[in-house]
C-alpha cells in the first residue's frame, strides 16, 4: 500500500528509511566546481599587482577554467558561488605584507592582508574566501602583491591554489 501523506508527528527522525521509488526536491550538486594549482614557477615583483598564472586543473566540472592563457575562471552557470584564494611566498621578512585578491570581470571583489612578524623570516600563507553572485559570464582571477623589495617566487603545488563551487539553494 503506497502512501500518499506523512504527518510530522508519525516520524521518528532518528531512524533510518531506505527509499525504493523516486526521490524529488532534495538534494542538488555543487557544479559547476573547480580547483587549479601552480605547478611551475612564478616570479612576482616587489610592489605591483600580478595575476597568479595557475597552470595545472586538479578538478573543471564543467571545463570552464582558462589554463593556457587568461588563467582565470568562468562559471557558464548564473548563481551563488564561494570562492577562495590561498598563495604562499617563502621568506617573508620582518613587516613585510602579502596581499591576495580575488578579480571579477577586472575590478577587485574580495581582498586579504598578511604581515609578516617581527624577528620572523619563514613562508607565509595569504587566504581570500567570499561568497559572490555571478551571471554565467562573470569571470574570477586570482592576483597577488608583496612589498619584500625583490621578485619573490609562489609556492607551488597546494600551496598556491584557486578553487570555486556553486552553493546549493
Known amino acids: 500500500m503506497a502512501i500518499d501523506k506523512i504527518q510530522s508527528e508519525s516520524i521518528n527522525l532518528a531512524d533510518n528509511f531506505a527509499f525504493t521509488g523516486t526521490v524529488s526536491g532534495a538534494g542538488g550538486t555543487n557544479t559547476p566546481s573547480f580547483m587549479v594549482k601552480q605547478t611551475g614557477t612564478q616570479n612576482i615583483s616587489s610592489a605591483t599587482w600580478t595575476k597568479v598564472q595557475f597552470n595545472s586543473e586538479v578538478f573543471d566540472t564543467n571545463s570552464t577554467f582558462d589554463s593556457s592563457s587568461n588563467y582565470r575562471w568562468t562559471p557558464g552557470v548564473a548563481g551563488k558561488y564561494f570562492m577562495y584564494l590561498g598563495l604562499t611566498i617563502d621568506d617573508l621578512a620582518d613587516s613585510k ?50 612589498d619584500i623589495g625583490s621578485a619573490e617566487e609562489l609556492r607551488t603545488d597546494y600551496q598556491t591554489i584557486f578553487m570555486g563551487y556553486k552553493i546549493i539553494e
Do not use: C, M, P, Q
Open 97 to 146: 605584507r602579502i596581499y591576495t585578491k580575488v578579480y571579477k570581470n577586472g575590478s577587485g571583489v574580495a581582498e586579504s592582508l598578511t604581515i609578516s612578524s617581527s624577528g620572523r623570516t619563514a613562508k607565509y600563507s595569504n587566504n581570500t574566501s567570499f561568497i559572490d553572485i555571478a551571471d554565467a559570464d562573470d569571470y574570477y582571477e586570482g592576483w597577488i602583491y608583496h
